[in-house]
């Protein structure tokens, strides 16, 4: 199946524009003309990448963006008239890989929007043959078990399906279970080859795990958050 972009803008000159060269170069393209149809379309599932206006007629795209974070790490790639700083800082805090100022150059957004699906490529678990519960690899810890050498985590017996930060980032609180961990600290072991993330970044890797390990267990939040400090791992059950 082709890679679908969605796209999130109300002006369609421009959607026009943006459509046409994505199928152009192979992709699928959607268009939504509102920043609130965008979650429903992603929880539909199918989408790799969206493309998004921050001046949506209905809410703003940093708004969408926010709300996106709180359960997906799909690509996002801001397209807009803002060019001021604050605006592009903002806009990457909140958890966006890209942004493009209008106008722009359709062939520059296709080769972004390339590079951001070849960085975001998922290992697919379905291609790993499944272990035994008591393979070697794996390491029980309370409610977790985790096998380092294949980058995977288990919580309550269910495998997660995390990115490369959110795995780094759960393996960094695991190690030292109970231990409270600085954002600087964090940004240090995970994030080492992206010197242009902020310490706000790990506040949004922390929402989504939060929500992946809420889907399995929603009586449990085993990451706690310590106010000025940063964040702890309770591993529960027995060590």
Known sequence: MPTTILIAEDESAIADTVVYALRSEGFAAEHCLLGGE???RLRAGGVDLVVLDVGLPDMTGFDVCRALRAFSEVPVIFLTARDSEIDRVLGLELGADDYMVKPFSPRELVARVRARLRRHAPTAPAQTPPLAAGDSRWRALGDFEIDREGKRLRFRGRLLELTRYEYGLIDALIARPGAVLSRSALMD?????????????VDTHIKTLRAKLRAIAPDRDPIHTHRGLGYSLEIGGAA
């Open 38 to 40: 965008v979650a429903p």
């Open 189 to 201: 072991k995970v994030w080492i080859d992206a010197l242009d993330s902020s310490d706000r970044t």
